[in-house]
Nanobody
Framework: QVQLVESGGGLVQAGGSLRLSCATS????????VGWFRQAPGKEREFVTA????????YYADSVKGRFTISRDNAKNTVWLQMNSLKPEDTAVYYC???????????????????WGQGTQVTVSS
């Protein structure tokens, strides 16, 4: 079982930055692809970014490419999401998720991820 805990959300002005963390106590964390998804009020959950189990491959939604960076340290059982140049449309609850997900076309499919955190609110004011 993998339990994920997100932290680092908050309120920030447009153009600002936040760094989200996703931590787990699971000893098998290094075996899993980890993704970040977000859900804004009234909208469906959408893929943001993902990182392979080794950290060697990263994937980004077009809407965040060049602004967000995902990274991980398997020794610390932690994945980070650095968010720069934030926009009001980035406002959402951000969830981290873990699963044995192949890269490519499956990486952005929420149903491929088995474990989910409780989410952390990110609010970007204009």
């Amino acid at each position: 079982q993998v339990q994920l805990v997100e932290s680092g959300g908050g309120l920030v002005q447009a153009g600002g930055s936040l760094r989200l963390s996703c931590a787990t106590s699971g000893r098998t964390f290094s075996m899993y692809t980890v993704g970040w998804f977000r859900q804004a009020p009234g909208k469906e959950r959408e893929f943001v970014t993902a990182i392979s189990s080794s950290g060697g491959s990263t994937y980004y939604a077009d809407s965040v490419k060049g602004r967000f960076t995902i990274s991980r340290d398997n020794a610390k059982n932690t994945v980070w999401l650095q968010m720069n140049s934030l926009k009001p449309e980035d406002t959402a609850v951000y969830y981290c998720a873990a699963g044995r997900v192949a890269g490519g076309i499956f990486i952005n499919q929420a149903r491929r991820y088995d474990y989910w955190g409780q989410g952390t609110q990110v609010t970007v004011s204009s």
